[in-house]
């Protein structure tokens, strides 16, 4: 059978035998844990506690404030030393809340609760979801309630689980679909309630053989759920791939996938929406993989969110022996946030550490030329941009035909344009330069 696929894209090398195979180990962190409010599209949430006060696993530390926003949950148990700024992994500065961990890990009265099926209604999965502060946990962050609430349910035909997974060295989702697949499919089957005339289409890229295994195992016998096989190939999981590789339809520029029928959910997401709902436990934790050619044991864990990024690296053994590590990324190699700093909490839409022994950005600065004008960015857009232009307009400050006449701003910065350059140009940098000079234009 041959495998569905979308024009574009590159196959780097996936490293993902490094960490994919391994236990997973739930990792209790030992240190304090930081929550930013931000850690979501939208407004920040408002903090509800101060300094001294104390707090329980699951506990609210801020919510909500606004539509597009999403409560904030206490991963451990222990005391609050302060609401104040810090630093977060994009180097920006953001409230946060900071717990001195008591190392107990109490659960906050009614976490864990079961729930069966049929005494809640639609209104109470939203709710749940709500509550629990569940944002997309693929990378995104956009609150998941507010995806999900839709003024046309009628009008969605697929609910599309992302399994992709395609960037370089993380397995977390990976891994998540061999140990939860039950769970993922019953909070799959959660979101269907909400979409009377949809069905759920679980895609995983085809280098996932166990995955597809497990996944497709638990949907056998479903009439509304079932799993569909794509080629691997990086951006698979971009949501406008996805829905054209999976439904044959178009996302045009501006519109959302609501407007062509979908709504495309992480597995994670899924996963964790299943926990608040049928077990009353807000998100806390999340899989999360620490991996690279740097790192002792580079594995998949279940971490607690506002661990230390730091803190984890020494859960995975740290650095290897006589090697130093160049990078560290927050994400993958393809899209991840170069860090600055390990002293930084991860947050909900944080999948993943990648530790690397060379700086291949660096060694990329020492050998770039002009543009030679080859084509080769346009032939592996994922949705068809022309780089070479964009490249051109940004630098000369145009950033009017950057966003009005190239679309720079759907640009999804997957950095597959600057992986084919044969003249080692930095361009998805010099995008997420520009488009942030623009969003920064626009608010003023």
Known sequence: MKLKTFRGGVHPEGHKELSKSLPVEAYLPKGDLI???????????????????????????????GFV???IICS?????????????????????VIVENDGQFTLAS????????????NKDILDAIKAAGIVGLGGAGFPTHVKLTSKNPEAIDYIIANGSECEPY???????????????VEGLKLVLRLFPNAQGI?????????????????????????????????????????????TGRDLKFGQLPADVGCIVCNVSTLY?????????????????????????????????IGTSCEELIHAAGGIKDGCTAKKVLCGGPMMGIAMSSLNVPISKNNNALTVLAE??????????????????????????????????????????????????????????????????????????????????SKRK
């Open 69 to 71: 926003s999403a409560n």
């Open 202 to 246: 679980i895609a995983i890229e085809n280098n996932k053989p166990e995955a597809i295994q497990a996944m497709e195992a638990v949907c056998a016998g479903e009439k509304q759920v079932y799993v569909q096989q794509v080629l691997a190939k990086y951006p698979e999981g971009g949501e406008r791939n996805l829905i054209s590789v999976v």
């Open 35 to 65: 929550f930013p409010t931000n850690q979501h599209i939208g407004k920040p949430a408002r903090p509800v506690v101060k300094k001294g006060d104390k707090v329980l696993a699951g506990q609210l530390l801020a919510e909500a404030d």
């Open 170 to 184: 993380i397995t977390c989702d990976d891994v998540l679909m061999q140990r939860e697949n039950r769970a993922i």
């Open 110 to 121: 009614g976490v864990g609760k079961e729930r069966r099926e049929g005494t809640f209604s």
């Open 272 to 304: 964790a929406i299943y926990c608040a709902v049928y077990h009353s436990e807000p998100l806390m934790e999340r899989y999360f993989t620490v991996s690279g050619d740097a790192i002792v044991h580079p594995r998949t864990m279940s971490v607690c």
């Open 359 to 440: 700086d291949p950005v660096e060694q990329a600065q020492t050998q770039m030329t002009a543009c030679i004008r080859c084509g080769r960015c346009a032939h592996v857009c994922p949705i068809h941009l022309v780089p070479q232009m964009m490249a051109e307009a940004a630098q000369h400050g145009d950033l009017e035909r950057y966003e009005q006449k190239l679309y720079g701003l759907d640009c999804i910065a997957c950095g597959s344009c600057t992986y084919v350059c044969p003249a080692k140009r930095p361009l998805m940098q010099l995008f997420k330069q520009t488009k942030a000079a623009i969003m920064a």
């Open 76 to 96: 451990c148990s222990g005391t609050v030393k302060a609401v104040e700024e810090r630093h977060t992994i994009s180097g920006s500065r953001a409230t946060c």
